[in-house]
């Protein structure tokens, strides 16, 4: 039974422990911000819509990793750490309430964008201030902290608080300038101070967040069809967008995650911490992208087929919502493919074909039926998951 003191303490995590129940619940909060991510470019399915949404994603995804980072090395299920997340939880909900209203502020209310941004810093503040307290002894860390302070957390702020102020494309490019000091800033800083004491918890971390993405992507196959009636059609291409997003999940739980893991294991001290920043921070973000990316597309393409009084069979997808099927593909391809380049593995060059083939099949996809498009993307998806698994295969008895 835990004191009074233990309950009101940060507690260490030890090499081996592996996700709790805590962090679990953690993510719910953040099933939904992706969902609204998918709203806000469906509601306007337009290249500076979907910009804004990928930087709404980015400034999401920070707030994540931040606390997977800490979930490392302090127990999210024991002492004051639980207390931190439930607060998170609370100041995020209220990140992704907002995130409808964050380019097209709405009457009536508090100010969208600027409550976004409010909370958006009480969360990277909150971060800073459990890692101190997590280790008050450690003067290397301290220092890591305010560097991070200066250059990754304080001067996007100030940039996200100007954009909050300004609407259309000056704030784009505002909070898009924030986005990009952020991530630099994150490198920057380097890895001193930063620690991974259990690979496997920090591997199955991420693995639950593309989890969220990919349920999420099958919510926006559902979300498409409601209202309308169940016909053979639109069960075909429900079926069809399920098939992608297994085809996803295969690459990435078979291939993509477990030669990771196996790579970061091994190694110690900074130079672990420098592995896991690249592969799960920074290029585990594209794979949520891509995946949110080609839910915009599926979720167009079962509304198109499943609203038979608007659009006809024959018709194909529009705009962005075109590339958006394909393309986001081809960004979590691209992504798988540059996590095994970092991991030192072999080129995957099925992957990087694949994912540049999706990229600019867009244009294809506004000259066919939606429903083929989607058809032949699951097709494709599938063989190139079947290609790469063979490569693979043949790699390692050579």
């Not at 997340?85 to 502020?105: C, H, I, K, N, Q």
């Not at 069979?313 to 590339?323: F, K």
Request: hydrophobic residues 55%; positive net charge; proline residues 4%.
């Amino acid at each position: 039974m835990a004191t009074g003191s233990e309950r009101s303490r940060m507690i260490a995590a030890e090499d081996g422990h592996r996700v709790t129940p805590a962090e679990l619940f953690f993510d719910l909060v953040f099933v939904y911000a992706i969902t609204q991510v998918t709203a806000l470019m469906a509601a306007d399915a337009t290249p500076q819509r979907v910009l804004g949404a990928m930087i709404v994603l980015a400034l999401l995804w920070w707030c994540w990793c931040c606390f997977a980072w800490l979930g490392n090395v302090v127990r999210a299920d024991s002492g004051a750490l639980f207390a931190v997340l439930v607060a998170v939880m609370a100041v995020v909900l209220v990140v992704s309430l907002t995130v409808p209203e964050v380019f097209s502020d709405r009457s009536g209310g508090l100010p969208g964008p600027l409550v976004f941004v409010l909370c958006y810093g009480a969360v990277r503040l909150l971060h800073l201030v459990s890692y101190w307290i997590a280790h008050p002894g450690d003067l290397v860390l301290h220092a890591t902290l305010r560097r991070t302070a200066l250059l990754s957390v304080g001067p996007p702020f100030v940039l996200l608080l100007i954009g909050s102020a300004l609407t259309g494309r000056r704030q784009l490019l505002v909070w898009l300038g924030a986005v990009v000091i952020d991530y630099v800033g994150i490198f920057v800083t380097g890895a001193s101070g930063w620690r991974i004491t259990s690979p496997g918890h920090f591997a199955e971390r991420h693995g639950l967040i593309v989890i969220i993405a990919l349920g999420e992507s099958i919510v926006a196959i559902g979300v498409g069809v409601s209202g309308y009636p169940v016909t053979a059609v639109v069960l075909t291409a429900a079926v069809a967008g399920l098939l992608v997003v297994a085809g996803l999940w295969r690459l990435y739980f078979r291939q993509v995650s477990e030669a990771a893991e196996h790579r970061l294991a091994p190694l110690e001290g900074d130079a672990r911490t420098r592995l896991g920043r690249d592969v799960y921070t920074f290029l585990h973000l594209p794979l949520v992208a891509g995946v949110v990316l080609a839910a915009l597309g599926m979720k167009k393409t079962l509304h198109q087929v499943a609203d038979t009084k608007h659009y006809a069979l024959s018709e194909p997808l529009h705009g962005v919502a075109a590339w958006a099927l394909t393309g986001g593909v081809g960004v979590f391809l691209l992504g798988a493919a540059a996590i095994l380049l970092r991991t030192g593995g072999r080129r995957p060059d099925t992957l990087i074909a694949g994912g540049l083939g999706c990229l600019v099949a867009g244009a294809a996809v506004a000259l066919i039926p939606a429903l083929v498009a989607l058809g032949l993307l699951a097709a494709a998806v599938t063989a190139l998951v079947v290609l790469h698994a063979r490569a693979a295969r043949v790699d390692v008895t050579a």
